[in-house]
């Protein structure tokens, strides 16, 4: 971890800086160590080819087959291994080294993009290759996915925790935004191969930051007990306590029936607006333009305060914008309805994720982050499946707007238990922060420790 010292808004005269720049320095705040400024940069580089991929490789499927059921399928294939084998990479990354473990992991995602794009370039590509790359894929994130979550706390420690963990937000819906744009264009004229390959091409920056890092030799817990007694332990954790099992609970409910959306937008792009493969491109940027407002928004934050009420408005708030996209027939106007779908997408993904590693302790972070990855990844492919499903059998646009108003079911159910576990959270929060060597008074501007906690 870096020894590099925090600055916060000095000036070399002891004048205040301006507003906005002091603003904007508190924002980026967690760039101030060089290890996260290189992760930073490598990992939006890659993201950007991460959703070009995702893009590209939905609309492969769906030129080659034209089935919903199968767009499902592939989507289940993708993220099925996340739930079978996340806790033993979240045991993984509590035992292991955290550093190495990610350089293994995004060389393995690079060589299965370049599979995929040169299967595709030379068109020797078929649905059971993308199968079975999406699998090995979805393997490999089931071991990258907690570790690199767990790791952010190794790169700025606890003080800048949450800001990191919503630059990381932002960072993935700014590739978010970038990526399918560009990919609608590839996909249009020179097709799906060479974003494929532009995929693969990116995760070398990635590779390369992590390589230049200087990290501090983590030593890791020795554990007792074997690996599966650990991932019992994590489980456990989870399931007894009660802000988290809650937290968690309705990250999956919204994984499971409200984000499988994204598998069906490629039948609203084609069949319902009319965009072709540059209009998916539009439509999948919108909601990434919404989902960096609403990680920025939470970058902004001095602490977890209200983090409670935010959590359940922003999945009340997904559920309610799905619906009315579900609704729409004009594409600008479906466009604009995927910017407010995206922005209460992430406020809740990411401030659930804050909530959770605020509360968990160090020894137990990376299975409890793996917890988090079952929830939120692992849900996804058995809601894939059941959109698909539905989709053929209903229609895509019913199918969505039953997943949104089953969204908004879970988000009452959520706010009228929450008041039942603030206490606890808070709690909890304080000793991690106390335990961290940061005194829970400094989150807060009024140095009272009971406002530290969510509301």
Same mark, same amino acid.
């Given at each position: 971890?870096?020894?590099?010292?925090?600055?916060?808004?000095?000036?070399?005269?002891?004048?205040?800086?301006?507003?906005?720049?002091?603003? *904007?320095?508190?924002?980026?705040?967690?760039?101030?160590?060089?290890?996260?400024?290189?992760?930073?940069?490598?990992?939006? &580089?890659?993201?950007?080819?991460?959703?070009?991929?995702?893009?590209? !490789?939905?609309?492969?499927?769906?030129?080659?087959?034209?089935?919903?059921?199968?767009? =499902?399928?592939?989507?289940?294939?993708?993220?099925?291994?996340? +739930?079978?084998?996340?806790?033993?990479?979240?045991?993984?990354?509590?035992?292991?080294?955290?550093?190495? &473990?990610?350089?293994?992991? !995004?060389?393995? %995602?690079?060589?299965?993009?370049?599979?995929?794009?040169?299967?595709?370039?030379?068109?020797?590509?078929?649905?059971?290759?993308? +199968?079975?790359?999406?699998?090995?894929?979805?393997?490999?994130?089931?071991?990258? /996915?907690?570790?690199? !979550?767990?790791?952010?706390?190794?790169?700025?420690?606890?003080?800048?925790?949450?800001?990191?963990?919503?630059?990381?937000?932002?960072?993935?819906?700014?590739?978010?935004?970038?990526?399918?744009?560009?990919?609608?264009?590839?996909?249009?004229?020179?097709?799906?191969?060479?974003?494929?390959?532009?995929?693969?091409?990116?995760?070398?920056?990635?590779?390369?930051?992590?390589?230049?890092?200087?990290?501090?030799?983590?030593?890791?817990?020795?554990?007792?007990? %074997?690996? *599966?007694?650990?991932?019992?332990?994590?489980?456990?954790?989870?399931?007894?306590?009660?802000?988290?099992?809650?937290?968690?609970?309705?990250?999956? *409910?919204?994984?499971?029936?409200?984000?499988?959306?994204?598998?069906? @937008?490629?039948?609203?792009?084609?069949?319902?607006?009319?965009?072709?493969?540059?209009?998916?491109?539009? *439509? @999948?940027?919108?909601?990434?333009?919404?989902?960096?407002?609403?990680?920025?928004?939470?970058?902004?934050? !001095?602490?977890?305060?209200?983090?409670?009420? /935010?959590?359940?408005?922003?999945?009340?708030?997904?559920?309610?914008?799905?619906?009315?996209?579900?609704?729409?027939?004009?594409?600008?106007?479906?466009?604009?309805?995927?910017?407010?779908?995206?922005?209460?997408?992430?406020?809740?993904?990411?401030?659930?994720?804050?909530?959770?590693?605020?509360? /968990?302790?160090?020894?137990?972070?990376?299975?409890? @982050?793996?917890?988090?990855?079952?929830? +939120?990844?692992? #849900?996804?492919?058995?809601?894939?499946?059941?959109?698909?499903?539905?989709?053929?059998?209903? %229609?895509?646009?019913?199918?969505?707007?039953?997943? =949104?108003?089953?969204?908004?079911?879970?988000?009452?159910?959520?706010?009228?238990?929450?008041?039942?576990?603030?206490?606890?959270?808070?709690?909890?929060?304080?000793? @991690?922060? #106390?335990?961290?060597?940061?005194?829970?008074?400094?989150?807060?501007?009024?140095?009272?420790?009971?406002?530290?906690?969510?509301?």
């Amino acid at each position: 971890m870096d020894s590099e010292p925090h600055h916060r808004g000095k000036t070399t005269a002891g004048r205040q800086p301006p507003p906005l720049r002091f603003e *904007l320095s508190h924002v980026l705040r967690a760039l101030q160590y060089r290890n996260y400024r290189l992760f930073f940069s490598g990992q939006f &580089i890659s993201l950007t080819g991460t959703w070009m991929q995702t893009v590209a !490789q939905a609309w492969l499927v769906y030129r080659l087959t034209g089935s919903a059921i199968l767009l =499902g399928f592939v989507g289940f294939a993708g993220q099925f291994p996340v +739930f079978l084998f996340a806790t033993l990479g979240g045991a993984f990354a509590d035992r292991h080294n955290r550093h190495r &473990i990610l350089i293994i992991t !995004q060389t393995s %995602s690079m060589l299965l993009a370049f599979c995929l794009a040169a299967l595709t370039i030379t068109d020797y590509v078929q649905v059971w290759h993308v +199968f079975i790359l999406a699998s090995l894929l979805g393997l490999v994130n089931a071991f990258d /996915v907690p570790t690199r !979550q767990a790791f952010v706390v190794d790169m700025v420690g606890r003080n800048d925790l949450i800001n990191a963990i919503a630059l990381n937000s932002s960072m993935f819906n700014g590739a978010r935004i970038i990526g399918p744009t560009i990919a609608g264009v590839l996909v249009a004229t020179v097709g799906e191969g060479w974003c494929f390959f532009a995929n693969a091409v990116s995760y070398i920056a990635v590779i390369i930051g992590l390589l230049l890092m200087k990290i501090t030799r983590q030593e890791r817990v020795s554990l007792p007990g %074997s690996t *599966l007694a650990s991932i019992i332990e994590g489980l456990g954790y989870a399931a007894r306590t009660g802000p988290v099992r809650a937290l968690l609970l309705l990250l999956g *409910l919204v994984s499971l029936l409200g984000m499988p959306y994204v598998v069906l @937008m490629p039948i609203f792009a084609d069949q319902i607006l009319h965009g072709g493969a540059q209009g998916l491109g539009v *439509l @999948m940027g919108a909601a990434g333009v919404g989902a960096l407002i609403g990680a920025l928004s939470l970058a902004a934050r !001095q602490g977890v305060r209200g983090l409670g009420r /935010v959590i359940a408005f922003a999945a009340g708030g997904f559920g309610a914008s799905l619906i009315l996209f579900s609704l729409s027939r004009s594409f600008w106007l479906s466009a604009a309805l995927l910017v407010p779908v995206g922005f209460c997408m992430m406020v809740q993904m990411a401030a659930s994720n804050t909530m959770v590693q605020s509360m /968990v302790p160090d020894k137990l972070r990376g299975r409890v @982050m793996a917890v988090h990855s079952m929830m +939120f990844m692992g #849900m996804a492919p058995f809601g894939a499946l059941l959109a698909g499903a539905l989709a053929h059998h209903l %229609s895509a646009p019913i199918t969505v707007t039953l997943g =949104g108003a089953v969204c908004i079911v879970g988000a009452a159910v959520f706010w009228s238990r929450w008041p039942l576990l603030r206490h606890e959270a808070r709690q909890m929060i304080v000793a @991690m922060q #106390m335990a961290g060597g940061e005194p829970a008074e400094e989150t807060t501007s009024g140095g009272n420790i009971a406002s530290v906690g969510p509301r």
